[in-house]
Nanobody
Framework: QVRLVESGGGLVQAGGSLRLSCAAS????????MGWFRQAPGKEREFVAA????????DYADSVKGRFTISRDNAKNTVYLQMTSLKPEDTAVYYC????????????????WGQGTQVTVSS
């Protein structure tokens, strides 16, 4: 079992930055690829970024490339999402996800999810 807890959300003006954290507990965190997703009101959950468990490979949605950076600190059992140049359309609840065998952009295969943290970007 893996438990994920997100933090770091809040209200920020357009152009600002936030860093989200996802703290993991339970089984060996370092073996799990991790992903970030987001869901805006009335919309489906969408992929934001993912990071492999071992070689640091990352993947990003086109909408956040060049603005967001995913990273992980296995010693702290934490994955981060550094968000810069935020836009009002980035407003959503952000979720981290983990799965032992999957590190892609589809939400369905991820087995473990956090409760989400709200990010609101004002114009």
């Amino acid at each position: 079992q893996v438990r994920l807890v997100e933090s770091g959300g809040g209200l920020v003006q357009a152009g600002g930055s936030l860093r989200l954290s996802c703290a993991a507990s339970g089984r060996t965190f370092s073996s799990y690829p991790m992903g970030w997703f987001r869901q805006a009101p009335g919309k489906e959950r969408e992929f934001v970024a993912a990071i492999s468990w071992n070689d640091g490979n990352t993947d990003y949605a086109d909408s956040v490339k060049g603005r967001f950076t995913i990273s992980r600190d296995n010693a702290k059992n934490t994955v981060y999402l550094q968000m810069t140049s935020l836009k009002p359309e980035d407003t959503a609840v952000y979720y981290c996800a983990a799965d032992l065998y999957y590190a892609g952009s589809q939400a369905g295969p991820y087995h473990y999810w956090g409760q989400g943290t709200q990010v609101t970007v004002s114009s």
